[in-house]
């Protein structure tokens, strides 16, 4: 659960670095990429130790997969509240096959 839960805030951290500066298009470039630059820092400083933490308990794999689903949860909140835009009803669906593709990777096929 510590590796979920830091993957959780390292996604947090991560997507407003990649898509916070979206509602910012008045500031230069170059200042968005350092505060992004700066964003992303503090996104590693849970990324690593969740990967460091989990790998044992998950596989690499699983530990990227886990990565992605968190990704897609934390970016469909973002988008909706921060970004106020609409989470359509084809994303869902494609989310959703992501989320077939989880339980493919989980599942012992042995």
């Not at 460091?52 to 990565?67: D, E, M, N, V």
């Not at 990704?71 to 992501?98: D, M, Q, R």
Request: charged fraction near 10%; proline fraction near 2%; include cysteine.
């Amino acid at each position: 659960m510590q590796t979920v839960a830091l993957l959780t805030i390292s996604n947090v951290f991560m997507t407003f670095a990649w898509y916070g500066h979206l509602k910012f298009k008045e500031y230069p470039l170059f200042m968005v990429i350092l505060v992004s630059w700066g964003i992303a820092f503090v996104e590693y400083c849970f990324q690593v130790p969740a990967n460091r933490i989990g790998h044992g308990q998950f596989t690499a794999a699983q530990l990227k997969t886990i990565q992605e689903v968190i990704t897609l949860v934390v970016f469909s909140i973002f988008s909706v509240v921060y970004l106020k835009e609409a989470l359509k009803w084809n994303y869902v669906v494609g989310f959703a096959l992501i989320v077939v593709a989880v339980f493919i990777i989980f599942k012992d096929w042995s």
